[in-house]
């Protein structure tokens, strides 16, 4: 079975009665990292929906009419859609589509090209291929012909518009042949705003003028190709493995501009109207995409997310100030180039969309520590996020209360207060949350900031000054809370305040994503754990199954609940074009099936890389450089219940520890030596090299 490739063979429903179902898109999605289209259709052929990563209207307040906008859609009428069959190929960046009349081939570029091709019987009449723009949110839209280039624009200026944003879309037609009955007509449609190029028009006509069909569908494939060769899992499950790659797929086809990286749902943006104006949400909807991309090993999709968390650095002094703390502070959500979609004059925070949290700029560092630990890249890390770690940090130094010898963090909600303003707020219904002392959440988040901070810190050689204080609070932080529920002991919410929630996972995001909680922590621990786990089956968590089956992998829950967790969200959630419909967002949700399957096949967070730590032993399977803490590449092989291979490569030639039974020698593979290492109980631990591959047999 080709696990990159998905077949959809019906036309896609998004609409009932003429209302939208849901506003994720069911039809066909291709996309390049910053380009995206989707297939849909109306009563007269195909549409085609376009949109890009940097195509926002910028308005400052909670949202009004601003965020991120639809670029347009592509129209082919006539088109007999009776007949319908798409294969979306992950592997090669590629749709093939059979229709009754036509078969059409689609596949976006590296450089922002559309490519598509129309092969039909020559009594078929397709022309004229048109573009159509929409004029909601008050867009100016215009048309221009330039050398057989068809250029429509589309921008947002003046009125309450702090920024313009335009983009320009040149249709052409490259040429069209007809032989023995059979037409083929080729086209392209490139796709540039004003964030890529100052004069974004003659850029799209010239684009459009000098493409190259043939040659640039040869260089999606092999970047297709060579980002599924970066890492590989084989499962006897083909389903799971599948809805693998294809999410691996979808969450780069979003991730590929540093500059914007994707908001709540990314590139498949098919009107101007998409729920919280697909900003970016930092109580987890913004980090939870990045949660699979380092163990799968793919660091390189890590490198937009800062630049609008970096964009933010004056608001977030500014905010921290409010709550006089220095260092940085986030409100619940931002659009890019600090776009204020926060302020609201009745919320009873200062005017700005806190909602009770004082967590969102910790959570914000929760993936810059997943890429540190992961990659040890000092240059990258001071270049890119060491400063908003460390000025987080330092919020947190000032906020942070000591009592008794223990840190204690008060006034800070567990869960968001989504009324924590207007008329009709009555402080005394929402006092617990309000004045909440040790949120489960925020804790962990704190533990795993200044353990990063610190560890960042020591490596670069820089803040040496802080480090006792690091030190001290990293081991006087209070611990996390617990309550008696169904007779069990189980982890609270918050220490004083709200108990506990059955919606969410926000009583687990401690285990993960921050990291907090594994097979090091002890029985007693994870025991509780493991009692708090099960209170309430969260499997299909609108917004958090995503945290929840990972967690479980975490402390070592049943393999086949995980498992079936994977298959139900696939069932429940997942669409024809393997996104997943979800109330949370759009993207956040594409993580949970490679960030599940990595954990149960591999964990690394606690210093010791553990081998299949969450997997039914009598399942075989196999993977291919799945990405350590550490910065070491892992491959394995489970076979009829035995470790039948294990290979780690060093990147950045740190000491290594494996837990895995029957380790006898570990090898270096370039010149056979034999490497001395130290053994403790299945424990085995050695000094490597740097770019060196180590087997253990």
């Known amino acids: 079975m080709n696990t990159y490739f998905n077949e959809i063979t019906s036309k896609p429903v998004n609409t009932a009665d003429g209302e939208i179902l849901y506003k994720i898109p069911a039809g066909a999605f291709c996309s390049n990292g910053d380009l995206g289209v989707v297939l849909d259709n109306d009563e007269n052929g195909l549409i085609i929906h376009i949109s890009k990563c940097d195509f926002w209207k910028f308005t400052k307040g909670a949202h009004k009419s601003g965020g991120i906008k639809t670029v347009g859609s592509l129209k082919i009428d006539?088109?007999?859609?009776?007949?319908?069959?798409?294969?979306?190929?992950?592997?090669?960046?590629?749709?093939?589509?059979?229709?009754?009349?036509?078969?059409?081939?689609?596949?976006?570029?590296?450089?922002?090209?559309?490519?598509?091709?129309?092969?039909?019987?020559?009594?078929?009449?397709?022309?004229?291929?048109?573009?159509e723009l929409p004029d909601t949110c008050d867009s100016k839209n215009s048309e221009i012909s330039d050398g057989g280039v068809k250029c429509c624009i589309r921008k947002f200026e003046g009125g309450d518009v702090v920024r313009e944003s335009a983009v320009a879309l040149g249709l052409r037609e490259i040429d069209s042949v007809t032989s023995d009955g059979i037409t083929v007509a080729r086209y392209c449609i490139s796709v540039v705003t004003n964030f890529d190029d100052s004069d974004y028009t003659k850029k799209a006509v010239d684009t459009a003028l000098n493409c190259d069909y043939d040659g640039d569908k040869e260089k999606t494939r092999e970047k297709w190709e060579k980002f599924f060769s970066?890492?590989?899992?084989?499962?006897?499950?083909?389903?799971?493995?599948?809805?693998?790659?294809?999410?691996?797929?979808?969450?780069?086809?979003?991730?590929?501009?540093?500059e914007f990286p994707p908001g709540l749902f990314g590139n498949f943006v098919t009107d101007d109207f998409f729920p919280w104006a697909g900003d970016y949400h930092m109580n987890y909807n913004y980090e939870a995409p990045y949660y699979c991309v380092f163990s799968s090993n793919h660091p390189e999709l890590f490198d937009g997310y800062m630049t609008p968390v970096n964009d933010m650095a004056e608001d977030a002094k500014r905010f921290a100030k409010l709550f006089g703390c220095g260092g940085y502070a986030l409100p619940v959500s931002f659009g890019p180039k600090a776009m204020d979609v926060y302020t609201q004059?009745?919320?009873?925070?200062?005017?700005?969309?806190?909602?009770?949290?004082?967590?969102?700029?910790?959570?914000?560092?929760?993936?810059?520590?997943?890429?540190?630990?992961?990659?040890?890249?000092?240059?990258?890390?001071?270049?890119?996020?060491?400063?908003?770690?460390?000025?987080?940090?330092?919020?947190?130094?000032?906020?942070?209360?000591?009592?008794?010898?223990?840190?204690?963090?008060?006034?800070?909600?567990?869960?968001?207060?989504?009324?924590?303003?207007?008329?009709?707020f009555r402080y005394i219904t929402h006092k617990g949350q309000i004045e909440a002392v040790n949120a489960i959440n925020s804790l962990g988040l704190v533990k795993l900031l200044f353990a990063a901070v610190y560890d960042m810190a020591k490596e670069l050689g820089l803040n040496s000054e802080k480090y006792a204080l690091w030190q001290d609070i990293i081991?006087?932080?209070?611990?996390?809370?617990?309550?008696i529920k169904k007779g069990k002991k189980c982890f609270r919410y918050s220490k004083r305040g709200i108990r506990w929630r059955d919606d969410n996972t926000v009583g687990l995001q401690h285990i993960y994503p921050a990291s907090q909680i594994?097979?090091?922590?002890?029985?007693?621990?994870?025991?509780?754990?493991?009692?708090?786990?099960?209170?309430?089956?969260?499997?299909?968590?609108?917004?958090?199954?995503?945290?929840?089956?990972?967690?479980?992998?975490?402390?070592?829950?049943?393999?086949?609940?995980l498992l079936e967790g994977l298959r139900m969200n696939i069932k429940e959630f997942g669409l024809p074009n393997r996104l997943f419909r979800h109330h949370g967002g759009g993207i956040e949700h594409l993580t949970t099936v490679p960030v599940t399957v990595n954990e149960m096949l591999m964990q690394s967070h606690e210093g010791v890389i553990r081998l299949f730590p969450c997997w039914d032993k009598k399942m075989?399977?196999?993977?291919?450089?799945?990405?350590?803490?550490?910065a070491f590449l892992v491959s394995s092989e489970l076979k009829n219940e035995q470790v039948e291979s294990l290979k780690i490569k060093s990147l950045?030639?740190?000491?290594?520890?494996?837990?895995?039974?029957?380790?006898?020698?570990?090898?270096?593979?370039?010149?056979?030596?034999k490497i001395p290492c130290e053994k403790e109980g299945n424990t085995v631990a050695f000094e490597t090299q740097a770019g060196e591959t180590y087997i253990l047999i």
């Open 78 to 131: 006539n088109v007999d859609l009776s007949e319908y069959n798409v294969k979306q190929y992950f592997d090669k960046g590629l749709l093939e589509c059979k229709f009754g009349n036509a078969e059409i081939e689609l596949f976006i570029a590296p450089q922002n090209i559309i490519y598509f091709k129309i092969k039909s019987p020559d009594t078929e009449e397709f022309s004229p291929v048109s573009v």
């Open 230 to 258: 970066a890492s590989k899992v084989t499962l006897e499950d083909k389903e799971i493995e599948s809805w693998y790659n294809s999410s691996l797929y979808h969450l780069a086809g979003c991730m590929g501009n540093k």
């Open 345 to 424: 004059e009745d919320c009873k925070e200062h005017g700005i969309l806190f909602l009770g949290q004082k967590s969102h700029a910790a959570y914000a560092c929760v993936i810059p520590a997943m890429h540190w630990f992961s990659t040890y890249d000092k240059d990258y890390a001071r270049e890119n996020y060491y400063d908003f770690v460390l000025n987080t940090a330092a919020f947190w130094e000032d906020y942070l209360v000591k009592e008794k010898g223990r840190y204690v963090i008060e006034n800070d909600a567990a869960h968001e207060i989504p009324y924590y303003r207007g008329e009709k």
């Open 475 to 483: 081991e006087n932080l209070s611990d996390f809370p617990t309550f």
């Open 518 to 561: 594994g097979f090091s922590s002890g029985e007693k621990l994870l025991k509780i754990a493991r009692n708090t786990y099960f209170i309430n089956d969260r499997r299909l968590d609108d917004n958090g199954s995503n945290s929840y089956l990972p967690a479980g992998a975490r402390i070592g829950v049943d393999p086949e609940f």
């Open 620 to 630: 075989n399977v196999s993977f291919e450089n799945l990405r350590a803490d550490g």
């Open 652 to 673: 950045r030639g740190r000491k290594c520890s494996v837990e895995c039974t029957g380790i006898g020698d570990v090898i270096r593979e370039s010149d056979n030596a």
